[in-house]
């Protein structure tokens, strides 16, 4: 079995890119720049932020963090979004989920110019990626996009079964998949018989929210799995995939952590570093 190195993974791609951020500075004189809104003082946001700095400034990316307390106007948070969408220094704008109860997400989402949209949330990236047209991926199923092509470069005819709908993951995954000419099927918490489904996947990928719900019996030899989950439990973090049982029958497998995680702040970096190449055209 192939176990999936996803924090290789992720240093391969920051140094691509830290090599790649160097070719623009020398073409255009300028750095792509990243700026992050966080709200509130949740731990989680913050971990991720900062790790988002973090990776952004090993790449050589401009980033810039804008914090308010819980207790900010949502009215403040726009006109901050609208000033940053006129900042010619700024290529990339993430605004950090989730958000306090006052804000409503999604007038954040469409505030933000879809040019500077590295999350992907804006309803015209979604739309221009079910089309098939440029559009900023999302960062997690981009990733995991990546990691799938890693194991398997052809994916011409696979049969591939998504575990999850959500606009975060499970329907963006969806839709790269079907542009690599895949026969996708999309399950969710309704799916008559989500075991007999996944049996027929040459590809599963597993974004739910449900400890290890993916079973040994439900997959096939020579399958990809890819397990999005996070979730904490009282034997530690685990993932959407029973790792013991499933290690043995697939063909390759993403560790939970150690596997999708660290591709997702590498693909905000690269959705970072392409808009500001199209910007520049
Ligand atoms: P979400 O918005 O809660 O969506 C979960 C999806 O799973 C829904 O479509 C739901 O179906 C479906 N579902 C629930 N129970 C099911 C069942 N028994 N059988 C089949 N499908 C079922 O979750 P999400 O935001 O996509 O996140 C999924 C997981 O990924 C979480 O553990 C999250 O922490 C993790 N995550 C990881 C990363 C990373 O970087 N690795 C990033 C984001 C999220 P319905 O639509 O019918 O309700």
Redesign the pocket.
Known sequence: MILIDGKKAAAELRQELKHEVTDLKAKYNKVPGLTVILIGDLTPSQIYVRNKEKSANEVGLKSEVIKYPDSVEEKTVLEKIEELNKDETVSGILVQLPLPKHIDKQKVIETILPSKDVDGFHPMNVGNLSSGYESSVPC?PL?CYLLIKKVEPNLNGKKAVI????N???KPMTQLLLKENCTVTI?????KD?KAECLEADIIVA????PE?VKGDWVKKDTIVID????KTDNGIVG?VDFDEVSKKAKALTPVPGG??PM?IACLLKNTIECFKRSQI
């Open positions: 997690t990733g575990v999850g709908r959500s975060l993951n499970g399950t969710h918490s309704k799916t989500l974004a739910v929210g449900i719900l999005v989950g996070i979730n959407d999708v995680g997702t």
